[in-house]
């Protein structure tokens, strides 16, 4: 099982793969600056346990990325980050299919916090964040 962060901005792709390789340490995480690499990607690392997908990619429009990956791997955990407000962004992201948006400027505490509550949510369990 792999986790796939999707953003062009090392630091941020970094800092996300780090905080993923601590709350998953048995996952592969898998770090990709483009969308268009992930098709290769999964090929190379197998099946997808989470997706984290910045929304402001270069070569994609609007939360195309979101629809496709989410076509793809309906029950596969998605997670928007993103640089933008939440509000309306995040309202079109959850219509695209995303089951979370954070915004960048959110404390790295709470971003584990949200990517856990969607491991626990894949795995089934009720409990809350």
Do not use: W
């Given at each position: 099982?792999?986790?796939?962060?999707?953003d062009?901005?090392?630091?941020?792709?970094?800092?996300?793969?780090?905080?993923?390789?601590?709350?998953?340490?048995?996952?592969?995480?898998?770090?990709?600056?483009?969308?268009?690499?992930?098709?290769a990607?999964?090929?190379?690392?197998?099946?997808?346990?989470?997706?984290?997908?910045?929304?402001?990619?270069?070569?994609v429009?609007?939360?195309?990325?979101?629809?496709?990956?989410?076509?793809?791997?309906?029950?596969?955990?998605l997670?928007?980050?993103?640089?933008?407000?939440?509000?309306?962004?995040?309202?079109?992201?959850?219509?695209?299919?995303?089951?979370?948006?954070?915004?960048?400027?959110?404390?790295?505490?709470?971003?584990?916090?949200?990517?856990?509550?969607?491991?626990?949510?894949?795995?089934?369990?009720?409990?809350?964040?």
């Open positions: 099982m792999s986790l796939f962060v999707i062009d901005h090392p630091l941020v792709r970094q800092a996300i793969g780090m905080l993923l390789r601590r709350l998953r340490p048995t996952s592969v995480v898998v770090e990709l600056e483009k969308f268009s690499e992930l098709p990607a999964i090929i190379k690392h197998g099946t997808p346990e989470l997706f984290v997908l910045d929304l402001l990619l270069p070569g429009k609007g939360t195309s990325a979101v629809t496709e990956v989410k076509k793809m791997y309906p029950e596969v955990p997670a928007v980050l993103s640089s933008m407000p939440a509000g309306e962004a995040e309202e079109t992201c959850i219509e695209a299919g995303a089951d979370i948006y954070i915004e960048k400027a959110t404390p790295s505490n709470e971003i584990g916090e949200a990517l856990k509550g969607l491991f626990a949510a894949e795995a089934g369990d009720e409990e809350t964040i």
